[in-house]
């Protein structure tokens, strides 16, 4: 049972454009959800995260809104960058669960030059 | 600096074999974390060890034991390899864990060990 869904395993953008990644999830408890970032051959690097009393939080090119009612979040990435062309991970997490991190399945973006 | 390194970075044995990964971070960090990434892409929490303390242990089977002998390192023995064991398996680390409600701590991951069990 998936409780953090991204549906699309694949988006490709040209450079300069805008990235939308997103990200549904089924458990209300979830409080606290977060991006990841993952080049081949490497661990998963931390890109941004966000609360669930909140519904956007911004990072210079990245932002992330929620919608709590949807159960839906997106990472906005403005301008995309060929550098950003990875695989991005949603995770998520709630409070009482002691750090345990659900993941989805990842998103892999490819920006165009 | 390497902030959370594995070793080894790959890993190629036989069915039945027992191996070990070591994972070490210098951070400082309170809590380290296991996960698999398996074949379809799915990365899931094995375990999770605050202060050398067990706090998450998933559904994963008893050939699987972790081992922590001090907060900096968190080590994953496998007896007896079988073919599913195959996977990426992540170490990563936070600072407590996620053990105060309503966020977590980030986790830094390192970079991953390829288990392929032949």
């Known amino acids: 049972d998936q409780q953090v869904k991204q549906n699309s395993p694949s988006l490709s953008v040209q450079e300069g454009r805008i990235s939308i990644l997103n990200c549904d999830y089924t458990?209300?408890?979830?409080?606290?959800f977060l991006w990841y970032k993952k080049y081949p051959a490497e661990g998963p690097t931390f890109l941004i995260s966000?609360?669930?009393?909140?519904d956007k939080n911004e990072d210079g090119r990245f932002t992330v809104f929620l919608n709590k009612s949807a159960k839906h979040l997106s990472l906005h990435i403005v301008p995309s960058q060929p550098g950003d062309s990875a695989v991005y991970f949603c995770?998520?997490?709630?409070?009482?669960?002691?750090?345990?991190?659900?993941f989805g399945k990842g998103t892999k973006l490819s920006v165009k030059p | 600096d390497t902030a959370v390194s594995q070793t080894p970075k790959y890993l190629v044995t036989q069915m039945g074999n027992d191996k070990s990964i070591k994972c070490e971070q210098n951070?400082?960090?309170?809590?380290m974390y296991w996960y698999k990434q398996d074949s379809k892409k799915f990365l899931k929490i094995m375990f999770s060890?605050?202060?050398?303390?067990?706090?998450i242990n998933e559904t994963v089977p008893n050939r699987f034991s972790p081992k922590s002998p001090d907060k900096a390192h968190l080590n994953l023995h496998i007896n007896s390899l079988e073919l599913g064991d195959s996977a990426v398996y992540f170490c990563?680390?936070?600072?407590?864990?996620?053990?105060?409600?309503?966020?977590?701590?980030?986790?830094?991951f390192g970079p991953g060990t390829r288990l392929t069990v032949l």
């Open positions: 995770a998520a997490n709630y409070g009482g669960s002691q750090g345990n991190l659900i």
């Open positions: 990563a680390s936070s600072k407590q864990g996620g053990l105060t409600s309503g966020g977590t701590d980030t986790q830094y």
């Open positions: 060890y605050n202060n050398k303390e067990l706090i």
């Open positions: 951070l400082g960090h309170d809590t």
């Open positions: 458990n209300s408890m979830f409080d606290y």
């Open positions: 966000i609360s669930s009393i909140k």
